[in-house]
């Protein structure tokens, strides 16, 4: 099973041990993603974001909603709000390149180590190969041939959703059975 849906969205089995506890049964969803770089587009993104979620009783953790400055206290204060979220949604359209943002990258790879539910999404959905227009790169080096749209250890043959709204819609479908 990918590593992207393992634990399958726990998200309600938590949800139902918060409610025991007299504490909220709203999930939690960090939202990573280059959006933040963006000042215009993002803050009307993240916007959009933070109503969607909340209409359908989910908490919305935002890495600019922190009031950190400072990279080492920004770094740690993302750490500490993926740590508290049930799942993660993020954006890995290409960013400066055929890439996703290596920041965002960073925050999948923490995630599921730490077991938590990631979805992803992408405004490109080709693979590797097409985007980069062959088995080599303009400098030479190999591209994998995975069929997949970015780095295997990204995805892990997991789907990978073209718009936050199409991840976000199977993170309710999932957490609704």
């Known amino acids: 099973m990918p590593f992207f849906l393992s634990p399958v969205f726990s ?8 409610s025991h506890e007299g504490a909220s049964a709203m999930s939690k969803i960090y939202i990573a993603g280059p959006a933040v770089f963006n000042a215009d587009m993002g803050a009307a993104y993240y916007e959009r974001v933070r109503k969607l979620l909340r209409v359908h009783g989910v908490t919305p953790l ?3 909603d922190n009031e950190a400055t400072g990279a080492a206290e920004i770094r740690a204060k993302n750490m500490e709000m993926i740590r508290q979220c049930d799942a993660v949604i993020a954006d890995l359209s290409p ?17 599921a180590a730490l077991g938590k539910t990631v979805l992803v999404f992408t405004s490109d959905r080709r693979s ?3 985007k980069y227009g062959g088995a080599c790169d303009a400098a ?14 990204l995805c892990d043959g997991t789907e990978v959703f073209g718009s936050f709204d199409d991840a976000f819609c199977h993170f309710v479908k999932q957490c609704s059975k």
């Open 140 to 153: 030479g080096m190999t591209v994998e041939d995975f069929g997949l749209p970015f780095n295997l250890m």
């Open 62 to 64: 935002i890495p600019v």
């Open 11 to 18: 998200c309600l089995e938590r949800s139902k041990q918060r």
């Open 128 to 130: 590797m190969r097409e």
């Open 95 to 111: 960013f400066r390149s055929h890439e996703p943002d290596c920041g965002t990258a960073f925050e999948v790879g923490y995630a």
